[in-house]
C-alpha cells in the first residue's frame, strides 16, 4: 500500500534530506507543494490534510501552527523542531528509548522527532540510569562538537560566505548554558536536573559527538567501562542503527583521534566508553542530519506505517 507524505518546510536543510531518502521509494507518494506557496496557510493545510504522514520541518512557531491545522484524525504529524518534545501529550520519536517506545511511536499521531545534541546523550544516559550504573543525581556535564549544518539554511549560507577564514576556527556557543535540548535531555535522559550543556560548532558541514565526562569515585561501586559497555549492548540489542563500540576497537581512534563525521550519510549512532580507574567519558557520535534529525524523522515513519524500520536507510551493519 502506498502511503502519502507532506514535508512541510520542504526546501529547508531537514525537508531536503528527507525528500533524499524518500524520493526513490515507491511505497510513498510524495504531495508537494508550489514553491511560492510553500508559507501558504490555506495551501500547507489541504496538502497536511491530504497526507498519510506530514513531515514538519519548520522553525518551532510555524511547527505549533502546521499542527493546528491538522483535522483529519488520520493525519501523523512528524515534528523536527523543539515545540513539542517534552509535551506529554506527544510521543518522544526516539524509538530506543524504552522497551515500549516503538509500540507509542507505532500508534501515535504526533510523533516529536528528537534534537540532534539531545539524542546523543540520552542514548549514552538513559539505559545506564535505568540500569543504576549512572545515578539520576549525578552533576552531570556534557559537550558536543557539530557541523555547520546544524543551524539550518542560514547558518550554512554564513560558513560557505566565509571565504576569509573569519569562520575557520570552532565557535563554542549556547553560552547562557540554557540551550534549547535541555529539558529533553533532563526529561527523557532521566536526569534530576539540567546538565551543563555546551556545544561547539565548527568548519565542517555535518557530523557530532556528544561527550559526558564522569569521575569514578561519584559514581556507584560497580560502574566500570565494562559494565557500561554490557549494559549499552543489553539495551540495544536487536536495535539495527546503534553500534556499541570498544575503545580497542581501530574505528575507534584513529593514531588517538576520535573522528566525529564517522557516521554521516547513516542514520547509525556510535556509542563508546573511554578512560581509566578515575575517571571516564562517555562518546557517541551521530550524522546531525541524519540520526540526529531526517533519517530518524524516516524511521519514526518507517515505524508508525508498520514497515521494517530500517526501510530506506542505511543501517548498522550496511
Ligand atoms: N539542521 C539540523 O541538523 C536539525 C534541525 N532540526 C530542526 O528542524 C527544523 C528545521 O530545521 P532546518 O531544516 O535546519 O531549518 P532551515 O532553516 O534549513 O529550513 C526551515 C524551512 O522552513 C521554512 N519555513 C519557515 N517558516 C515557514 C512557514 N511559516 N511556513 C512554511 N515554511 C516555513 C523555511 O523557508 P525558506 O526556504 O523561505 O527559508 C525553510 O525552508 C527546525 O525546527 C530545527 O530546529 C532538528 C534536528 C537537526
Ligand atoms: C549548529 C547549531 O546551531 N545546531 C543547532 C541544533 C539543531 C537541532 O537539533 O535543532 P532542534 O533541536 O531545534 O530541532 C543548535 O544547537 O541549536
Redesign the pocket.
Known amino acids: 500500500m502506498t502511503s502519502r507524505v507532506f514535508v512541510d518546510g520542504q526546501e529547508g536543510t531537514t525537508g531536503l534530506r528527507i525528500f533524499d531518502y524518500l524520493q526513490a521509494r515507491d511505497d510513498i507518494e510524495l504531495l508537494r507543494i508550489d514553491s511560492e506557496r510553500r508559507k501558504d496557510r490555506d495551501e500547507r493545510a489541504r496538502l497536511i490534510n491530504q497526507a498519510d504522514v506530514v513531515f514538519l520541518c519548520l522553525p518551532?512557531e510555524a511547527s505549533r501552527e502546521a499542527a493546528s491545522l491538522v483535522d483529519n484524525p488520520d493525519t501523523c504529524l512528524i515534528d523536527?523542531?523543539?515545540a513539542f518534545r517534552t509535551d506529554p501529550t506527544w510521543t518522544y520519536g526516539l524509538p530506543e528509548l524504552t522497551p515500549g517506545q516503538r509500540t507509542r511511536i507505532r500508534e501515535s499521531k504526533r510523533i516529536a522527532?528528537v534534537?540532534?545534541?539531545?539524542s546523543a546523550f540520552i542514548m549514552l544516559v538513559r539505559p545506564l540510569i535505568d540500569a543504576g550504573l549512572l545515578p539520576p543525581d549525578y552533576p552531570y556535564s556534557a559537550f558536543s562538537l557539530?557541523?555547520?549544518s546544524?543551524?539550518?539554511k542560514r547558518?550554512i549560507a554564513d560558513y560557505e560566505a566565509a571565504t576569509d577564514g573569519s569562520l575557520d576556527a570552532p565557535r563554542p556557543?549556547?553560552l547562557t548554558l540554557a540551550?534549547?535540548?535541555l529539558p529533553e535531555m533532563r526529561i527523557h535522559g532521566g536526569l534530576d536536573r539540567d546538565p551543563v550543556f555546551t556545544?561547539i560548532?565548527g568548519h565542517f558541514l555535518k557530523g557530532l559527538s556528544v561527550n559526558i565526562p564522569l569521575q569514578r569515585s561519584h559514581l556507584p561501586e560497580g560502574t566500570s567501562a565494562e559494565a557500561i559497555t554490557r549494559a549499552w549492548q543489553a539495551h540495544y540489542e536487536g536495535a539495527p542503527f546503534v553500534n556499541v563500540m570498544s575503545a580497542q576497537d581501530s574505528e575507534v581512534l584513529d593514531g588517538g583521534f576520535f573522528d566525529v563525521t564517522a557516521c554521516n550519510d547513516t542514520n547509525r549512532v556510535d556509542l563508546c566508553v573511554f578512560g581509566n580507574e578515575e575517571r571516564m567519558a562517555l562518546v557517541a557520535r551521530l550524522d546531525?542530519l541524519g540520526k540526529?534529525?531526517a533519517g530518524a524523522a524516516v524511521q519514526n515513519m518507517n515505524i508508525h506505517l508498520g514497515l521494517e524500520e530500517t526501510t530506506g536507510l542505511t543501517c548498522r551493519l550496511d
Not at 534534537?115 to 539531545?118: I, K, L, P, S
Open positions: 518551532d523536527a523542531s523543539t522527532n534534537g540532534c545534541h539531545a557539530t557541523g555547520y546544524g543551524g539550518g547558518m556557543y549556547a540551550h534549547k535540548h556545544p560548532v546531525n540526529g534529525a
